[in-house]
Each structure stands twice: as structure tokens, then as C-alpha cells.
T-cell receptor
Framework: GEDVEQSLFLSVREGDSSVINCTYTDSSSTYLYWYKQEPGAGLQLLTYIFSNMDMKQDQRLTVLLNKKDKHLSLRIADTQTGDSAIYFCAERGNNAGNMLTFGGGTRLMVKP | ETGVTQSPTHLIKTRGQQVTLRCSSQSGHNTVSWYQQALGQGPQFIFQYYREEENGRGNFPPRFSGLQFPNYSSELNVNALELDDSALYLC???????????????FGSGTRLTVV
């Protein structure tokens, strides 16, 4: 079945850039997403990228997609303490239910 | 525009019992998907409901079942609860088909189920 992998933890200093990486296996993925989850909360959609794009920028967020290597990254510029959360990468393939397959999440800790 | 609301927010049940979780979809969304998020893991797809019928299912046993109502709200039912069913259950609403114009899966805050 499809698989999505992320590193578990990332620590950065406030003001630095953060880069969270994700790899996936489903070559039929149509959309790839980044979600943010704060403690005790649901998932907040941050951004998404269509599989025929290789980059998308949205204010402080930059998504890079290397479809050949099935590698997705999320760069957060000028990281703030409010960015501390768990970040999930998810892919949507061509399947019934348009299900999302999530990675295990990367915990981002931003130090003042 | 209201978002996705789930109830209850927390629930404690005993092994072997049955539970019903509820979800109201975002205004204008006709599809509801349910996900299970075990502690420290990413969400896993349970199933999706569209036009009151199941429209795709993940790798979950039949004791996980659901309903969708004409107003697009939905219920997740779990029978014969097991300890491993303890998790955060997330509901997400969307428009079908999901395409570049309506990419959004809007998630609720979830129901935290603890089975003891």
C-alpha cells in the first residue's frame, strides 16, 4: 500500500528557516498537502501542491516537490514560536473516497 | 460560514461497549470522511460518505460503521470496543469531486475516545 514517511523531530531558533521533509511511494498521487496540528486540536490545512507543479509559495511557506524522487518539503521562513506544532504531510491518490494518506508527523520546536 | 463540528469532545468507554460519534460538515460540503489518529501517529482513513452511501473504506474491520444524513452530517459507530480503539477520531468534510477548485478537506477538532 501507499506509504508516507517523515522525520520525527526538528528544532530551530526563532527567526531561522525550518525545512520539513517527506517522502511518499504512491506514483499516482494527484495532490500533496501539508497540515499543522497544535496540541489538543484538529488538523489545519497549511498549503497543498498539485502533482504537476514543482514549487508553490504562499507567504512564509514554500513547498517543493520532486516527483521523480517522490520527495516533498515544506520550508517555513522566519520561523516563530507560534509555529511550534506537529506538521503532517499527506498525499491523495486516485482511489475511491479520495482518501488522504498521512505521514507520522514532524514535531517542530521553535526556541526563542 | 461554520466549520466542521464534532461531538462529544471527549469520551470514556469500557471494552466491549459500543460508541457513536457525530460530525456536522462545513456549510456547502456534501462529503464526510472519518480518520483515526492514534497517539503519536498520523491520521488513518476509516471511510468516506457521499450522498448517504459509503464511498471508499480504509483497512478497518466491519465493527466500524457509519451513516450520513440528508443534511450531510454523519455518525461513526464502533461496536465491541477494544483497547486499541483509543484514539482521536477526526471528521473531515469536503466537496466531491475534490479538484483544484475545491481542494479543501476541512477537519474538525476531533473526539478523543478512551477505552478502558
Amino acid at each position: 500500500g501507499e506509504d508516507v514517511e517523515q522525520s520525527l523531530f526538528l528544532s530551530v531558533r526563532e527567526g531561522d528557516s525550518s525545512v520539513i521533509n517527506c517522502t511518499y511511494t504512491d506514483s499516482s498521487s494527484t495532490y500533496l498537502y501539508w497540515y499543522k496540528q497544535e496540541p489538543g486540536a484538529g488538523l489545519q490545512l497549511l498549503t497543498y501542491i498539485f502533482s504537476n507543479m514543482d514549487m508553490k509559495q504562499d507567504q512564509r511557506l514554500t513547498v517543493l516537490l520532486n516527483k521523480k524522487d517522490k520527495h516533498l518539503s515544506l520550508r517555513i521562513a522566519d520561523t516563530q514560536t507560534g509555529d511550534s506544532a506537529i506538521y503532517f504531510c499527506a498525499e491523495r491518490g486516485n482511489n475511491a473516497g479520495n482518501m488522504l494518506t498521512f505521514g507520522g508527523g514532524t514535531r517542530l520546536m521553535v526556541k526563542p | 460560514e461554520t466549520g466542521v463540528t464534532q461531538s462529544p469532545t471527549h469520551l470514556i468507554k469500557t471494552r466491549g461497549q459500543q460508541v457513536t460519534l457525530r460530525c456536522s460538515s462545513q456549510s456547502g460540503h456534501n462529503t464526510v470522511s472519518w480518520y483515526q489518529q492514534a497517539l503519536g501517529q498520523g491520521p488513518q482513513f476509516i471511510f468516506q460518505y457521499y450522498r448517504e452511501e459509503e464511498n471508499g473504506r480504509g483497512n478497518f474491520p466491519p465493527r466500524f460503521s457509519g451513516l450520513q444524513f440528508p443534511n450531510y452530517s454523519s455518525e461513526l459507530n464502533v461496536n465491541a470496543l477494544e483497547l486499541d480503539d483509543s484514539a482521536l477520531y477526526l471528521c473531515a468534510s469536503s466537496l466531491v469531486p475534490v479538484d483544484s477548485a475545491n481542494y479543501g478537506y476541512t477537519f474538525g477538532s476531533g473526539t478523543r475516545l478512551t477505552v478502558v
